[in-house]
């Protein structure tokens, strides 16, 4: 089966940062759209960053576009979440998510597209 498996957050300080991984195994992830989520306690989850597997080309939402970097590693199996500059809001669980070969839908692709979910890794920003 499928799996996504996130690791790299922690607790760090406002302006701090942390590269989140999510290292996929049985399906090679430059095939699959790649996203990662997170979610707030008492918020839904929502979308911050995917990947196309057609060009590679990304979307950011606009609460961390210029301090956040989705990139991936074929050789490695891997799609990381590099965030820089983090803010106290920036703090919750972060989910990574993948969306089945071939997808064709809009872009960014909407929370219920995605097929493949890991179990979450969770980020605090605090002093």
């Known amino acids: 089966q499928l799996q996504l498996v996130e690791s790299g957050g922690g607790l760090v300080q406002p302006g701090g940062s942390l590269r989140l991984s999510c290292a996929a195994s049985?399906?090679?992830?430059?095939?699959?759209?790649t996203g990662w989520f997170r979610q707030a306690p008492g918020k839904e989850r929502e979308g911050v960053s995917c990947?196309?597997?057609?060009?590679?080309?990304?979307y950011y939402a606009d609460s961390v576009k210029g301090r956040f970097t989705i990139s991936r590693d074929s050789a490695k199996n891997t799609v990381y979440l590099q965030m820089n500059n983090l803010k106290p809001e920036d703090t919750a669980v972060y989910y990574c998510?993948?969306?089945?070969?071939?997808?064709?839908?809009?872009?960014?692709?909407?929370?219920?597209?995605?097929?493949?979910w890991g179990q979450g890794t969770q980020v605090t920003v605090s002093s």
């Open positions: 998510a993948a969306i089945r070969p071939m997808y064709g839908g809009s872009w960014p692709p909407p929370l219920y597209e995605y097929d493949y």
């Open positions: 049985k399906f090679t992830v430059d095939y699959y759209p």
């Open positions: 990947i196309s597997y057609r060009d590679g080309s990304t």
